[in-house]
Structures are given as C-alpha cells and as structure tokens.
C-alpha cells in the first residue's frame, strides 16, 4: 500500500526597516508531523542600518539553528535586481548548526511537535527605512507515514 504523500506548503514574512536600531522578527508556526523541505531568504532591498543588520534563522531550541549572522546590508546576500537567495542549497557561508556545509547534511528537518521558526534582523547604529527581507518556509502538511511490512526469513 502506498500512502498519499503530505502537500506542499509555504509561509513568508517580510521584514521591513523602520527607520529605527532595533529587533525585527517574524514567524512561521510548522504543524505537528510536518517535514521542512527548505528555508529560503530574499532580500529585496539592501538594510540601511549605520553598523550592521544581522539576521538569523532558527527555532525555540536553536535561535540561529538554520541560518547565522546574515548580514542584510549586501555583504553577505545581494539584493534587487539581481538578487541572490539563500537556501538549504545555498546557505552564503552562514549556514547554522542544523545545517552541516562540509556532509549536506540537515538536522532538525522532521518534529512531531509543533515548532516555530522565527527570523530576526537585528539593526544597530543610525538606521534607515528601505530594508525589506523576505523569508520563505517551505513544508509539507502533517502526514500520517504507511507503516513498512516484515517478513522473516529462513
């Protein structure tokens, strides 16, 4: 028996400067038994924030669990026209703990409880209002798995 695979779905969030330093944040509630395909960043409009905006990527364990020290401001992920995207493929050398770049390997992809993911930029120093950075949760809807059969042998 084959069991019906869980649909794909999707969250985003964009962030959004104010014109402020500050703490920007934004979440996606992932259901119970669903699996996490992927996480992927957009920046639509470089940060303007005088020092830094760093974002990160993670969930209530892990706060930079998937993503770590991003900078908005064009260094680390280019924006506009040209605009990269950072993924599980691709994490811009700011890959979290979840996310091993030297095997491919990806921690925490499956929960069977309810999580969170949260980004956060965190801006500091004389700040402007431009910044706009989206972030968009790929996933699957909880599934139900079709249990495997046994067979012994001789």
Not at 42 to 47: D, I, K, L, Q
Not at 97 to 118: F, P, Q, S
Request: charge should be negative; avoid cysteine; hydrophobic fraction near 40%.
């Amino acid at each position: 028996m084959v069991g019906q695979p869980g649909h794909i779905l999707y969250s985003e969030i964009t962030l959004t400067e104010v014109g402020a330093a500050g703490t920007y944040s934004g979440t996606v509630t992932v259901p119970v038994d669903s699996w996490i395909l992927d996480i992927k960043i957009f920046n639509h409009v470089a940060w303007g924030a005088g020092t830094d905006a760093v974002m990160t990527v993670g969930d209530a364990a892990t706060a930079d669990g998937w993503f770590s020290d991003l900078s908005t401001k064009a260094t680390d992920i280019v924006a506009g026209a040209n605009a990269e995207v950072v993924d599980f493929n691709n994490a811009g050398g700011k890959p979290g703990g979840y996310l091993v770049a030297g095997t491919g390997e990806r921690a925490e992809m499956y929960a069977n409880a309810e999580r969170v993911i949260t980004g956060s930029i965190v801006t500091t120093g004389a700040t402007g209002s431009a910044g706009r950075t989206r972030m968009l949760v790929i996933y699957t809807d909880p599934t139900v798995p079709t249990p495997a059969t046994y067979t012994a042998t001789a």
